[in-house]
């Protein structure tokens, strides 16, 4: 059976995060995007981890379940189309790590994903003792990541790590910045441990397939929201059983059960190119070889993204097949922006067009990768014909840089919008 996971989340104890991440907003959401195992976030943060103990509830196969009492009212209000989708969590935290090793300064993300609740209190006793884990559900520590993974090992060698969005310029294991150039300078002796990374939103599987050091280490990828609406960004596959067995088999061999990953297109990701936001420079690496990294407006470095740093570490070429399957999809909001020409995502309007499509077919997920185009045509033609268009890779693509997002499009411009949009009927 085909699982879609996302283990990257944050709730509201981190910063930047909405008032809706609580499980309650996670459960409504994983349903009506179509994710069946999620991510908790945040487990070394007291409060959050107080109602992670409260709310969820062991069931077979190790993952854990929302409250029935706690789901029913949720499930009143959501449409038959997603009503009974199952979800299950399992207890995930995201930890920043700020560290000297080799005379640089590393400032790293890592996901850890625990079996347990119990084996999340015996990790989150040992860190507390080393970092504040109240100021942020994403807690900052002065340790290093080999440590890290040490001190999770130790409480519970079943547990999963992994290296989050490695090649962002800040934070990632392979960043331009304050990261590393393979897995063992980071981890020496514990590599072998780092079984799975993260591409983030600004990479690939084809991209990560050029580098020889991440040869048969489980590629997977997440939304990282900071918000319910954002679950699923990104998501991994899994065949098999809803099951920790599965998904800890899936993450440690990357054999056939971790089947894939849905993905940004990479261009989306906020730094996918190089350059300089308050400067207007966007480059391509060529570009930025060029001017041999410096800006041409300030004259300081440029901020490096993650198609140059890729290129860098780089040492063999794209192989003509990736073996897993690899998904592209843009956010069904967006699209919809798009087609309906407003900036913003979050419309009223545009949410109303999202729930209804969600009412008459199924989850986002169902609607993006697998309902018959010529239904979703018959209900709208312009929303078939943009679905189609995600599903052969034919859009366009804006570079996102410095921070900030790409741009993926349906249609070339804005004159051929207007033309289609005159033809077609939106809703
Ligand atoms: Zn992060
Ligand atoms: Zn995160
Ligand atoms: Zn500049």
Redesign the pocket.
Known sequence: MEHIVDLHTHSHYSRATSKDSTLEGLYRWGKIKGINIIGTGDFTHPQWFLELREKLELVEGGLYKLKDDLAAPINAQLPSSVRDRTIRFIPTVEIATIYKKGDKVRKLHQLIVMPDLASVAALNERLERIGNLKADGRPILGLDSKELLRHTLEVNPDALYIPAHIWTPWFGLFGSKSGFDSIREAYDELTPHVRAIETGLSSDPAMNARVSGLEGIAITSHSDAHSPIKLGREATVLHGDASWQDLRGALTTNDERLAGTIEFFPEEGKYHAD??R??N?RFTPAQTRAASGM??????P?VVGVNYRVEELADRALPRTISKQVEYIVPLTEVLAELRGVKSAAGKVLLADYHNLVAAFGSEFDILRTVPVEAIHSHSPLIGLAIDRIRNNLVHRESGYDGVFGTIRVFKDAQERAEKTAQLSLL
Do not use: A, F, S
């Not at 800006?295 to 300081?300: I, Q, R, T, V």
């Open positions: 350059g300089h308050v400067c420079v800006c041409p407006e300030c004259g300081k440029l």
